[in-house]
T-cell receptor, first 110, second 114 residues
Framework: DQQVKQNSPSLSVQEGRISILNCDYT??????FLWYKKYPAEGPTFLIS?????DKNEDGRFTVFLNKSAKHLSLHIVPSQPGDSAVYFC?????????FGKGTKLTVNP | ETGVTQTPRHLVMGMTNKKSLKCEQH?????MYWYKQSAKKPLELMFV???????ENNSVPSRFSPECPNSSHLFLHLHTLQPEDSALYLC?????????????FGNGTRLTVT
């Protein structure tokens, strides 16, 4: 059973618009959440994180929102750029053992 | 060289071969990890090493044998693998004694078992 779920395998948006990537988790012990970005033939790179004591964290064009009661987090990218096209992984952790979702492939069309 | 480096990038091996994957990190981290990414599956944690000591073995078959000679190097020794072991193997590192230190990944070794 998957503890971290990314239910949308893919998402396509126009350049300049907002991209919203969603993630749900089941384990209430998770207290730290991360988003990773992966280009083909490269390893995942850390993008942004949020602790369970917060409900929002912002870094430039990237904002992560956490709704603990719904066990849901989302990554907003605005404005989206073609270089943002990649696979985005959500991950959650109570410790060093990060649990990953399957990923969402984002395509930003020029 | 900076970051996390994995070699080889691609490996094709037969079921009776023995091979090793190598990982080196230049970030001064003290924790290293092996993850496996199979097609259409989430990244799966295989092993964790903290300060060269193995602290996690996520029910990995014995045909995968990790080795961590120091905090900067990590190996994954492979023998008598099965075709279903074909996957992307990712090494990562982090700072174990800092809360919520994110993982830094290498670019992976794409393994094909024939």
């Amino acid at each position: 059973d998957q503890q971290v779920k990314q239910n949308s395998p893919s998402l396509s948006v126009q350049e300049g618009r907002i991209s919203i990537l969603n993630c749900d988790y089941t384990n209430s012990m998770f207290d730290y959440f991360l988003w990773y970005k992966k280009y083909p033939a490269e390893g995942p790179t850390f993008l942004i994180s949020i602790s369970s004591i917060k409900d929002k964290n912002e870094d430039g064009r990237f904002t992560v929102f956490l709704n603990k009661s719904a066990k849901h987090l989302s990554l907003h990218i605005v404005p989206s750029q073609p270089g943002d096209s990649a696979v985005y992984f959500c991950a959650a952790s109570p410790s060093q053992k990060l649990v990953f979702g399957k990923g969402t492939k984002l395509t930003v069309n020029p | 060289e900076t970051g996390v480096t994995q070699t080889p990038r691609h490996l094709v091996m037969g079921m009776t071969n023995k091979k090793s994957l190598k990982c080196e990190q230049h970030l001064g981290h003290n924790a290293m990890y092996w993850y496996k990414q199979s097609a259409k599956k989430p990244l799966e944690l295989m092993f964790v090493y903290n300060f060269k000591e193995q602290t996690e073995n996520n029910s990995v078959p014995s045909r995968f044998s990790p080795e961590c000679p120091n905090s900067s190097h990590l190996f994954l020794h492979l023998h008598t693998l099965q075709p279903e072991d074909s996957a992307l193997y990712l090494c990562a590192s982090s700072q174990a004694n800092r809360n919520n230190s994110p993982l830094h990944f290498g670019n992976g070794t794409r393994l094909t078992v024939t």
